[in-house]
């Protein structure tokens, strides 16, 4: 009976819009799904970090530099800011990353993709961060205080990234034959996986269901992919791109955009660890992980310390 008490404020919560805090009752399975989805969001956030690092040292002038060097300070502290609210569930950051290095927490199947040339830096800014906005900005609106909160800082930063990608690409389609084509084949490459990362269609999503009945995610998959389809292909037709999509064209009736079949073969086997460089990336983090082992081990002892003094 006390237990159902309980559920029962707690639904009326949700029905009030009102955010869940974490000293408020919740379900197990509540807990549970916020605890996959902000990790999942949170080792997306630093994973996401390698392939841009990589262009740090070979960014074409100063500015880019800067520019590329304030974007990934910004990833990691996304990440930071994810981690936190996650480790309000009960979660220690210690076990998130466990659970990352174990296979056990996934994150976006986008960073598995290798950043060939510098037109992909521009196409993860204008793709990649793009369809990530249009995912985040709803989750400021998330039934989880502390998840809600931080997403209203993390969407300020990444439409700064979002602009920086795409005018990246807009530079290189006014540049040389050589530059265009180098920003086109970037499109091709990063326009399927941006779209994959909504996820599933809604009728093969396992995680939607109660997502949506909680208020944890105020969208769909599709209907969030469809949002960034309509928004992202006028972008792409004003600076001369070409979406790498025979199939898409607008339906007057509808005012959207039919796409073509995503394939979700490709997106499962990145996911099951088998994309271009799922490797790559969780070997780098386990080596940056292990390495800076001593730096939290002085923080620790250092926080210690101070409390100590505190105390006294």
């Known amino acids: 009976m006390e237990n159902e008490t309980k559920l029962k404020h707690f639904e009326s919560l949700i029905d009030a819009d009102s955010n869940i805090e974490p000293r408020d009752w919740m379900p197990e399975d509540y807990r549970k799904h916020l605890v996959r989805q902000i990790s999942q969001h949170a080792h997306s956030e630093v994973i996401g970090m390698q392939p841009e690092g990589n262009w740090i040292s070979r960014a074409p002038s100063l500015r880019a530099k800067k520019i590329l060097l304030a974007k990934i300070q910004d990833e990691g502290g996304h990440g930071l800011y994810l981690y936190s609210a ?3 569930l009960g979660i220690s950051r210690d076990e998130l990353i466990q659970q990352l290095h174990s296979g056990k927490a996934k994150y976006s199947s986008i960073f598995n993709y290798p950043a060939l040339t510098w037109a992909d830096i521009g196409a993860i800014g204008w793709l990649v961060d793009g369809a990530a906005i249009v995912n985040q900005v709803s989750l400021q609106r998330t039934s989880y205080g502390p998840y809600a909160r931080a997403m209203v800082r993390i969407c300020k930063e990444e439409s700064f990234h979002q602009r920086q990608g795409y005018e990246i690409m807009a530079h ?9 084509e180098m920003a086109q084949d ?8 941006s779209l994959m990362m909504f996820g ?13 009945k909680w208020k944890i995610k105020r969208a769909s998959n599709d209907v969030l992919r469809q949002k960034f389809i309509d928004k992202t292909v006028q972008q792409a037709e004003i600076i001369g ?3 790498p999509d025979k199939d898409l064209k607008w339906n007057e009736e509808t005012k959207h955009y039919e ?8 997106f499962q086997s990145v996911i099951n660890g088998n994309g271009p460089c799922n490797k790559q990336r969780m070997d780098n983090h386990l080596k940056a992980h292990h390495e800076g082992e001593w730096v939290r081990k002085a923080a620790t002892a ?3 310390k101070q409390n100590q003094s505190v105390k006294q």
Request: negative net charge.
């Open 86 to 88: 996650a480790e309000t």
């Open 172 to 180: 290189m389609m006014q540049g040389t034959p050589e530059q265009q």
């Open 186 to 193: 970037a499109m091709n490459r990063w326009w399927w996986p």
């Open 200 to 212: 599933p269609h809604d009728t093969n999503s396992p995680h939607s269901g109660n997502a949506i």
């Open 241 to 243: 791109l070409t979406v």
């Open 259 to 266: 796409h073509g079949e995503i394939n979700w073969e490709e």
């Open 302 to 304: 250092y926080a210690l």
